[in-house]
């Protein structure tokens, strides 16, 4: 399998991120943790029943952050799937909620519903005929039918796309199907995010990283041996710099920066989710790995309650 395995953004404050997320959008929280580089700020996971590949999207939480500037050398949008016949649904939902959006859109003759998240985040529902037949996780915020079904996938917004669609074709499997103006689709073979739109605008201003933005795309490895084949061409072949494995838990990672800047990760489906808890229970209780065990106390301190609002 390939295709998009998570992506991490940044936000700024954490119950306004927990809310919107699963309450307007009704994703699963699937995992409370911390940033294992810096503990004294929330990881939160968003996604299907179970975490899978595909469906999760991460938040770094960080209070005060200063909004982000979208440009060049950024993932400019991350798109959801839901059923085609829902996007009536959800367009009354995000103007019930107040939810900025904008006009039912087309593109590569799909229907788009463009949103932003509160820190301004670039979002977007695609309509996927067939989808309905996928399972949505319901918390009951929003019914099964209309539930969001993972990635449809992320647009990145680059100077020059040759070598990052080379990158994306030679190590990560997916293929350029279609361009639409000067948007490229590359497809790889799997139903939740396998789409990376590249939008080649030259001359734009590059981007900065900040609150409503994508931190790092990871993209799908089955294992440790097929991430270290992955990072072997990316050296290889390509002349990249992919860092040394890292441990996440619920999984392992492989960092680099493609050609256009974006930070990339290449993530082990493997052990997955339920490693620490109960599928039944993801998300109830905050999670951290072995070596900040010892200072849980301090960090809970630290940490601002998710108490949701009435």
């Known amino acids: 399998m390939s295709g998009i395995h998570h992506v991490t953004a940044i936000a700024g404050n954490a119950l306004r991120n927990f809310d919107f997320y699963t309450r307007s959008l009704g994703l699963r929280f699937v995992k409370k943790t911390v940033n294992f580089d810096d503990p004294g700020t929330y990881h939160f996971y968003y996604g299907d029943e179970t975490g899978h590949p595909g469906t999760i999207l991460t938040f770094f939480p960080w209070e005060g952050a200063v909004a982000g500037r979208g440009g060049v ?153 097929d991430q270290a084949e992955m990072s072997r061409k990316l050296v290889e072949t390509h002349g990249q710099h992919p860092t040394e494995q890292k441990d996440r838990n619920y999984f392992r990672s492989v960092y680099f920066r493609e050609p256009g800047g974006i930070l990339l990760e290449i993530a082990t489906d493997i052990p997955g989710f339920a490693v620490d808890e109960p599928v039944e229970s993801l998300g109830e209780h905050l999670k951290l790995p072995a070596f900040l065990e010892p200072h849980r106390n301090d960090i809970e301190g630290v940490l601002p309650p998710l108490e949701r609002a009435a």
């Open 73 to 225: 050398g950024q993932t400019q949008q991350t798109a959801f799937r839901v059923p085609a016949r829902s996007l009536g649904y959800w367009t009354h939902r995000f103007i019930e909620k107040g939810i900025a959006h904008e006009a039912l859109e087309k593109r590569f003759g799909e229907a788009v519903l463009p949103f932003t998240d509160p820190d301004g985040m670039s979002l977007a529902l695609v309509g996927v005929p067939g989808a309905e037949n996928e399972a949505g996780w319901s918390n009951g915020d929003v019914p099964g039918e209309h539930a969001i079904r993972g990635f449809h996938g992320v647009t990145l917004l680059l100077e020059n796309a040759a070598k990052t669609s080379s990158i994306l074709t030679d190590v990560f499997g997916f293929k350029e199907t279609v361009r639409e103006g000067s948007i490229i689709r590359l497809t790889a073979d799997n139903a939740a995010g396998g789409i990376v739109d590249i939008y080649e605008a030259k001359g734009f201003l590059p981007g900065r990283q900040g609150a409503g933005s994508v931190h790092h795309v990871a993209f799908r490895a089955v294992d440790d041996a």
